[in-house]
């Protein structure tokens, strides 16, 4: 049974970045452009109606009265809020699946550097698939284990500390379940973007025996991550990125004059946005590159298949 590097694979960003590090700006670039500008583009007009929800809900629990459902507006603002809501989730699928794949292809492809690793084709859309049905798969595991869990508790009797403990170890082990499935099948996606097909169940035979490796890999570069937004939010404190509107009263005095207005907060927008780009860029190339390198080591170290006599 071949392995993997652990080391050598949470370095694989790294090394992308030291490489080609006005490619993995252009990565943040597409992702902002790609998950951000199209949802200003077409819920811009639709601003004050949403901002009017906004007001209203906060006034009526300011006043401890729920919000008057039947309002027509309130309807109305409801209904695209839910539809900003599903557009920002599609646009920003697509995002991931065109930044990942970019990233993929600097790790498994490297010849094909033209764009920046950009490009929109199969290989993007069977990630976008196997991305799909994999949060689906894991969604529905979590929701049926979940709901083990809750018989179990409600079984051993939830108002005594022992069920209330054994409940506890029943949750725990739902979420345990979903993390090490999704361990499991994290290669769906390089696999699916390698062999430019659907891939989703392949990648478990893949990941045989990586269980313990792959999650301390996940939860090195998730701490790496965290540490670098971290780094980045206070250092954009220093530099005073922030929008000062303060509140309800704020907003409303903002819009009260928005062209004065925006011209005041204008140069903290524009770099709260290009803070946005460097923390995108930085945390799809430092997440993605290595299970990319995972996926290639394991493919590489996989014994070949018989050929028939």
Not at 71 to 98: K, M
Not at 107 to 130: D, N
Not at 164 to 171: K, M
Request: proline content about 6%; charged content about 10%.
């Amino acid at each position: 049974m071949g392995g993997f590097s652990a080391i050598a694979v949470i370095a694989a960003g790294f090394r992308l970045i030291g490489r080609h590090p006005g490619v993995v700006l252009a990565w943040g670039l597409a992702y902002v452009a790609v998950a951000l500008a199209p949802l200003i583009a077409i819920f811009w007009g639709e601003l004050p109606t949403l901002i009017g929800l906004y007001f209203k809900i906060m006034e009526s629990l300011m006043a401890g009265v729920p919000p008057p459902v039947n309002d027509p507006e309130l309807v109305r603002a409801q209904g695209l809020l839910v539809a900003f809501e599903l557009t920002q989730i599609g646009l920003n699928l697509l995002a991931v699946a065109l930044v990942g794949c970019a990233v993929y292809r600097a790790v498994l492809e490297p010849e094909r550097k033209a764009f920046a690793y950009l490009r929109v084709g199969l290989q993007e859309l069977w990630v976008i698939v196997s991305m799909l049905a994999l949060g689906l798969l894991l969604f529905v595991v979590l929701v049926a284990s979940s709901t083990l869990a809750g018989l179990v508790g409600q079984a051993v009797g939830t108002g005594s500390w022992t069920g209330g403990l054994v409940l506890f170890l029943a949750s725990c082990g739902a979420v345990a379940l979903v993390i090490w499935m999704g361990l499991r099948l994290s290669l769906a996606g390089p696999m699916s973007f390698a062999e430019r097909r659907f891939r989703l169940i392949e990648a478990w035979p893949l990941t045989y025996g990586q269980g313990w490796r792959l999650f301390a890999v996940a939860l090195c570069l998730v701490s790496i991550i965290l540490f670098i937004q971290m780094i980045l939010a206070i250092l954009g404190q220093a530099l005073g990125l922030n929008v000062p509107i303060g509140g309800v009263d704020g907003l409303r005095a903002f819009l009260a004059d928005p062209a004065a207005n925006l011209a005041r907060v204008g140069p903290s927008l524009v770099g709260l946005l290009l803070m946005q780009v460097l923390t995108s860029a930085l945390s799809f190339t430092i997440w993605a590159a290595p299970f990319a390198e995972v996926y290639r080591e394991l493919k590489d170290a996989r014994p070949a298949p018989a050929k028939p006599v």
